[in-house]
């Protein structure tokens, strides 16, 4: 965790003096993160304005002889401009196309670009070929890239030939980003959990890198009946819902929440279970990481990513090498004396606390510039 603290961005302190920036972004919302809302929150304490992108609009403006609608466009998830949906390799790439030309456009009006790589590539690219030039190129476009742990900006480098104007910014807590006003005692009440069980919580979408069927898996390995595997989240893909579906139907240990779980009912989950697993079989950055953190619950996690410098095995979770130990590493939850359990689930929190977004905004804000 220090490596990512150290190796931040520090900002000016006579940034705060500066003018207001104007910034669009691709993204202000999501349904199932609170990442992009604790941003924007943070930045805005800087006098910074921010609006949704509209690449159309700003373009015709500019062509009309109208003035810049902002100052600065911050990009996220950038696979919105890259239609990985096409099926037909001449209309994603025209698609494609039309987006960087209009970034191109807007880059020479004066406009300066900030990209923050969530993923250096999309975990299942439809159209890899495509997905790879039209991220080099957006690589070219921007002024500033922003990753979030020095695995990251190495990923970046070797993937993309690009060193120069990399800032590494960590991603920030959910500390009070979603409810957190139910007990331990009542959230295993309303989940039919008894309190005496040991819960292993696996939260949020569904997908196969995220290791659900390795953590099955190693689950079934495990012996000790007062253990429970509980997973909760939406699930796109039917042939893996029908996976998870059977192995519950096997093994009465495992409960299930196969929907989407709105931000109100985090803290139940959250504050039932006992441990986060986060079995990923590729992962560059996780939020699920920070969001278990900030509600005080250990992690278990692979030595993949961006992970490698935020978890400390022992101490705010346990961390392993090859698939095969995730099972010995659960293991080792069962078997970690209450105190221990309760003191890393403090050291968790505490790291949480280290990524408070007031710094972290003023880090972004420090980009802009």
Partial sequence: MSAILKSSTEPDKSVQALPSLRVLTSHIHLQDNQYITCLWSSVKQHGVDVDLLRLTQIIAQKIIGGQKMADVIHLHWVQKFCPLAHKKTPQAFLST???????????????KFVWTVHNTFSHDPKLPSIE??????????CNDIIVM????????????????HIHIIPHGNY?????????????????????????????????????????????????????????AGSCKDDQLAEEIQQAARSDSRVLLKLEFIPDEDI???????????????????????LLALSFSRPVIVPQKGALTELIEDSKQGFCYAEDGDLAKSIDRALNTPVEQWKEMCAQAFTLAEQLDWSRIGTLVYHVYQ
Avoid at 132 to 141: A, D, M
Avoid at 209 to 227: C, H, M, P, T, W
Avoid at 268 to 287: E, F, H, R, T
């Fill in 149 to 164: 742990s020095e695995y990251g900006k190495q990923e970046f480098i070797q993937m993309f030939g690009r060193s120069q």
């Fill in 175 to 231: 500390i009070g980003a979603y409810p957190n006003r139910i007990s331990r005692s009542e959230a295993r009440q309303k989940l039919g959990i008894a309190p005496d069980q040991k819960v292993f919580l696996h939260l949020g979408q569904l997908k196969p890198y995220k290791g659900i069927n390795q953590l099955l898996v190693a689950f079934s390995q495990i012996r000790e009946s007062d253990a429970v595997l509980l997973i």
């Fill in 97 to 111: 196309l039309k987006y960087l030309v209009g970034f191109i456009f807007l880059k020479l009006q004066g406009y």
């Fill in 267 to 289: 803290q139940l989950y959250m504050n039932a279970c006992d441990w986060v697993v986060l079995p990923y079989q590729k992962i560059l950055n996780s939020g699920s990481a």
């Fill in 132 to 141: 790879y030039g039209f991220r080099w190129i957006l690589s070219r476009i």
